[in-house]
Nanobody, 123 residues
Framework: QLQLVESGGGLVQPGGSLRLSCAAS????????IAWFRQAPGKEREGVTC????????YYAASVKGRFIITRDNAKNTVNLQMIRLKPEDRGIYYC????????????????WGQGTQGTVSS
């Protein structure tokens, strides 16, 4: 059974950085990608970035491209999200989830959510 546990959230000032981690267990080859989503207060959950687990290909939402980097460590079964130059609009609960790699519809097929980790960007 797939389990994903997020960690690493916190409070930073605008312009600061945060590093999130997603520890995976019970991963199946049915899931070809790991993605990070986020949900800000009063807003819909949105896709942020995803990584293809087999070869490390990545995809980013336009709002975070150039500021966020997703990486995987298959030996440790972790996926990390390095976030730099954070903006207030980056705040929210960040979730990692597993699903299919489909760059044409990058956020489709993800639907198993854990507790998430809170990221707050505020001065």
């Amino acid at each position: 059974q797939l389990q994903l546990v997020e960690s690493g959230g916190g409070l930073v000032q605008p312009g600061g950085s945060l590093r999130l981690s997603c520890a995976a267990s019970g991963f199946s080859l049915d899931y070809s990608a790991i993605a990070w989503f986020r949900q800000a207060p009063g807003k819909e959950r949105e896709g942020v970035t995803c990584i293809k687990t087999s070869d490390g290909r990545t995809y980013y939402a336009a709002s975070v491209k150039g500021r966020f980097i997703i990486t995987r460590d298959n030996a440790k079964n972790t996926v990390n999200l390095q976030m730099i130059r954070l903006k207030p609009e980056d705040r929210g609960i960040y979730y990692c989830t597993a699903g299919p790699w489909n760059i044409a519809n990058a956020w489709d097929g993800f639907g198993s959510w854990g507790q998430g980790t809170q990221g707050t960007v505020s001065s």
